[in-house]
Nanobody, 117 residues
Framework: QVQLVESGGDLVQAGGSLRLSCAASGATASIHSIGWYRQAPGKQRELVATSSSGGHTNYADSVKGRFAISRDNAGNTVFLQMDRLKPEDTAVYYC???????????WGQGTQVTVSP
C-alpha cells in the first residue's frame, strides 16, 4: 500500500503560479504511475498530468504548455508546476497513484487551488 499527501494549494490571481507537491510513502517501489487529477465544483474529476515509472508524461490538453509534472530523484515525491493559471483551473487537486500488479488506484486527500480573475 501507499499513502499520498499533497501540499501547496493556495489562492492566487490569474496569471500567477503555484507548485503542488505530493509525497508518497509506503510500498512506493510498486507504483506504476503517479500524478494529478482535479475536480471543480459540479464537475467530474479529470486528469491533469501523470508520470509513469518509465518517465513517460501525459497532460490534459487544457494544461499543456502551462503545467509541468516532475519527480524527485527517488521518485517518491511528485510536483506539479502550474504557470499562467486561469480561473478555470480552480479545483481541488488530488494526487493519484497506480499501484501494484492489480493496478490499484490510491488517492490523496486533495489540496484546494483557487484562481481569482
Amino acid at each position: 500500500q501507499v499513502q499520498l499527501v499533497e501540499s501547496g494549494g493556495d489562492l492566487v490571481q490569474a496569471g500567477g503560479s503555484l507548485r503542488l507537491s505530493c509525497a508518497a510513502s509506503g510500498a512506493t517501489a510498486s507504483i506504476h504511475s503517479i500524478g494529478w487529477y482535479r475536480q471543480a465544483p459540479g464537475k467530474q474529476r479529470e486528469l491533469v498530468a501523470t508520470s509513469s515509472s518509465g518517465g513517460h508524461t501525459n497532460y490534459a490538453d487544457s494544461v499543456k504548455g502551462r503545467f509541468a509534472i516532475s519527480r524527485d530523484n527517488a521518485g517518491n515525491t511528485v510536483f506539479l508546476q502550474m504557470d499562467r493559471l486561469k480561473p478555470e483551473d480552480t479545483a481541488v487537486y488530488y494526487c493519484y497513484a497506480d499501484w501494484g500488479w492489480m493496478h490499484r488506484p490510491y488517492w490523496g486527500q486533495g489540496t484546494q487551488v483557487t484562481v481569482s480573475p
